[in-house]
């Protein structure tokens, strides 16, 4: 059987028919008033006492938990969020930079230069080979363009 352990700062405390609180594990508030242990139940956290608190009644019975950590623990977790998105975002920031980059040294470069090779064959300029690597349609097409180039020569 699984033991109810509560945050080292948080408490869980269990409540009967009168919305008393009757157990509890944990720095359970003094203050925990019937007012708020009676709220009607919904999912939203309360903040009263220094402590952001759910409470739970279970029907049938008519008992209810209530489960709370101190605004405190609740702060640094959001600062721990806060500033761990703020670095996962700089990582997939520079990982697309460094992507796109790459991206256009080895795919648009070729293309550009093939361009302008194919420009120069339409203005019958100077035609020089494209001494370049590339793969797939991309090189083909560059090979064929060194072909163009080579049989001009002749």
């Known amino acids: 059987m699984d033991v109810l352990k509560p945050h080292p700062k948080g408490f869980v405390a269990l409540t009967n028919q009168d919305s008393e609180v009757v157990a509890g594990v944990g720095p359970v508030p003094k203050n925990l008033s019937k007012e708020m242990t009676r709220a009607k139940p919904d999912k939203n956290l309360r903040r009263k006492t220094g402590y952001y608190h759910a409470h ?26 806060r500033i761990n998105t703020f670095y996962y975002t700089i990582a997939v920031g520079l990982f697309a930079s460094l992507s796109g980059f790459f991206v256009a040294r080895f795919l648009v470069s070729p293309l550009a230069k093939l361009a302008d090779g194919m420009s120069k064959l339409s203005n019958n300029e100077s035609l020089k080979k494209i001494n370049i690597s590339a793969s797939g349609e991309i090189a083909q097409a560059i090979m064929a363009f060194n072909e163009i180039v080579d049989s001009r020569k002749k």
């Open 56 to 81: 739970r009644k279970i029907e049938k019975t008519g008992l209810g938990i209530i489960t709370g950590l101190p605004e405190s623990v609740i702060e640094s977790l959001l600062t721990k969020l």
